[in-house]
């Protein structure tokens, strides 16, 4: 032991006496820190804290300060420019630590009074003009009752920098960044009457830690990542994905889940929802601690304090915890789809039926078709023997309507469809080749297919296809293709939409639909090339949900027509509109009174009739019916006129 720890360690280093905490000079995270309660362990504590701060910091310096018992830890953002000016962006709340290291940061702070707050914020800013400080910085106080302690600055942003950023809407990172570049507050816009904190955000550090085991690090990697969104949630992150390798050689943060509410309430209730969505496999991970720590009723009053964690034992206690009812149902839904997973129950699933199939019968003899082999019949021998171009011209000299069907791949979006499997397909295949033999296509897969069959029915969609096209080889197969996307809810690269749509059409796809949500020309010209490297038929759709008639819309003929001509160019075989909910306007259905009529209040007037339902118009007041503005089969609109009465 050196002689200056023998020093120290005999004379109490503060009139006020014990507790007292070491701390580490040159690094922070809880690392060479330890608190003394007592002179006779002051020499040892001395000697552990620099040891283990040399190690951490390359430095053995550390200093003693005053322990408080249950102290919060409040810290404030500051920014300042290199012309003298400073401001503050209000203070948070860091007091739900483990071993001295933040795991769960709220803005504003819970539990302090108005002059604490104010104190703080202040004194910030004082010592900012007093160090002549430039740029962002980070003063931390503890805070006990009515009174706070300087404990120290530092000079950058923090990483729990987040919540201050969602509660006063400044880009910290930027801002410290142009101030670097020599940008002054005024030129970021900022002052500080004007930067006034909206609603509360929290902070939640999602660790790949093992609270029941003393906060230890886990490694592995990560076979499954599934991660949340929606209004007022932000997860920051960088190496959360499926195949990501996680080891212990550095810290074990993984992601930042910041949610921010109108209030503090709504805050923590998204913050508790927005965890448990999250869904990290193959390590393991703190989030069902931090669920326990938001739920805790010391939490929600808004009074905990450093040691918190420490001092609960019952954050510590696993069992008992309500399980999602999203996840019971889907327990039960799987039980009965794919039978049970527990080990010695062997029963067949409940919902293996035996599907009852009617007969069909030929309209021009009356007799009934055999389905023992499948119909040859069909749009696709043309496709097959013609190729595209004259499959697509036959379709348009066509003089009756051709239906394409959407049910195998619709209905797998559905409740009930999720449960139907490809043997369920397979026992109505060959009775649909006859059926619909004159349809233009069945419409067998999607985005919905894959999704709902990988996930849930444990099945490969490929052999799907490969199955229905032996059982149905006379009417086209057609999928729907996001542009860029394929069949997945994000862009593809290039080659890998390339390689999918070949293959595709190789399995068995003859037709495919391809469309961009926001009519993206570029977007749809990448997928309409991947088809025609493929030697698919083409069906350009153009995504129409608005109402081209309307007066003063921006969405008109002409922006149509637009579109259509690009796609001309693409050299597309068919043109196709998709989502039409503007076209679907209802049309006056039927007129029940006429012109003169003598009319009392509630006496139908018109039956308008729309989506195979009839709605009636009934007169508001008692009259006689001056005139009727619209006629049989017209489209109207919702506050369009259709009669007067006087």
């Known amino acids: ?35 003394v309660h007592r002179k006779e362990a002051m020499a040892d504590a001395i000697s552990e804290a620099k040891s283990e701060a040399g190690v951490a ?74 160090l002549k400080y430039e740029n962002a910085g980070t003063v931390e106080f503890l805070v006990e009752g009515e009174n706070f302690y300087f404990i120290e600055m530092n000079p950058r942003i923090q990483v729990e920098h987040t919540i201050t950023e969602e509660l006063t809407r400044v880009d910290l990172v930027a801002a410290q960044l142009r101030i670097a570049c020599g940008a002054t507050l005024k030129d970021l816009g900022l002052v500080q009457d004007k930067i006034l904190p909206k609603g509360c955000s929290i902070q939640c550090r999602v660790t790949t830690e093992i609270p029941l085991d003393g906060f ?95 001092d609960t034992p019952e954050l510590f206690v696993v069992g ?54 499948p119909c040859r019949d069909g749009w696709r021998s043309i496709l097959l023997r013609d190729g595209p171009r004259e499959f697509a011209r036959q379709v348009k000299a066509h003089q009756k309507t051709l239906i ?54 444990y099945e490969d969609p490929w052999q799907r296809l490969r199955k229905l096209r032996e059982l149905v080889p006379n009417i086209p197969f057609q999928m729907l293709l996001r542009s860029t996307n394929g069949l997945a809810y994000s862009a593809l690269p290039k080659n890998a939409l390339f390689h999918f749509v070949s293959l595709a059409k190789q399995t068995g796809i003859d037709i495919f639909r391809v469309f961009d949500c926001l009519n993206d020309l570029e977007n749809l010209k990448v997928g309409i090339e991947a088809i025609h490297a493929a030697g698919g038929l083409v069906e350009g759709a153009i995504m129409y949900t608005g109402d081209m008639l309307a007066p003063g819309t921006k969405y008109g003929l002409e ?65 006689r019916i001056a005139s009727i503005a619209v006629a049989v089969g017209d489209m109207v609109e919702k506050e369009d006129l259709l009669a007067r009465i006087e």
Not at 602 to 617: F, Q, R, T, W
């Open 320 to 373: 008992g915890e309500v399980v999602p009812k999203q996840g019971v149902l889907r327990f039960l839904a799987d039980a009965a789809v794919n039978g049970s997973r527990i080990q010695g129950q062997t029963k067949p699933p409940a919902l293996k039926k035996n599907i009852f199939i009617g007969e069909l019968i030929d309209r021009t003899t009356g007799e009934q078709i055999s389905t023992e082999d």
């Open 57 to 130: 910091f390359g430095s053995d310096v550390v200093f003693v300060e005053k322990y408080l018992g249950r102290p919060q830890h409040i810290e404030v953002q500051v920014l300042s420019d290199g012309q003298g000016n400073h401001i503050h962006l209000h203070e948070r709340d860091c007091s739900i630590q483990r071993k001295h290291q933040k795991i769960i940061e709220i803005a504003p702070a819970m539990g302090i009074s108005e002059a604490v707050r104010q104190g703080v914020t202040d004194a910030a800013v004082r010592l900012a003009q007093g």
């Open 404 to 457: 394409t069907d959407t049910t195998w791949r619709d209905g797998q979006q559905s409740l009930l469809a999720t449960r139907v499997r490809t043997r369920d397909l397979e026992a109505i295949a060959k009775h649909m080749s006859y059926a619909y033999k004159d349809a233009y296509s069945l419409e067998a897969w999607g985005g919905a297919t894959f999704d709902v069959m990988l996930r849930f029915l």
């Open 559 to 623: 922006y149509y027509m637009k579109i259509v001509d690009r796609l001309v160019e693409y050299d597309i075989h068919i043109i196709s509109i998709k989502s039409m909910s503007g076209v679907m306007k209802p049309a006056a259905g039927r007129l029940i009174k006429n012109p003169g009529d003598a009319v009392e209040a509630g006496d139908v007037l018109i039956a308008v009739s729309a989506m195979k339902m009839e709605v009636h118009v009934s007169a508001p007041v008692r009259g």
């Open 216 to 310: 230890g690090p886990d490694n592995g990697t990560i076979g499954r990542c599934r991660l949340p969104a929606g209004n007022g949630v932000r997860l920051d992150y960088s190496e959360c994905f499926i195949g990501a390798q996680i080891g212990s050689s550095y810290d074990s943060l993984l992601l930042k889940c910041i949610c921010t509410g109108s209030d503090r309430a709504s805050a923590i209730k998204k913050a508790i929802r927005t965890l448990r969505e999250i869904d990290i496999q193959g390590i393991q991970t703190n989030i069902d601690f931090l669920v326990r720590l938001l739920e805790h009723s010391t939490f929600l009053s808004g009074a905990c304090w450093t040691s918190f964690v420490d």
């Open 1 to 35: 032991m050196s002689r200056a720890v023998c020093k120290i360690a005999k004379t109490p280093p503060f009139s006020c006496g014990y507790p007292v905490v070491i701390k580490a000079s040159h690094g922070g995270g809880g690392r060479g820190m330890r608190v």
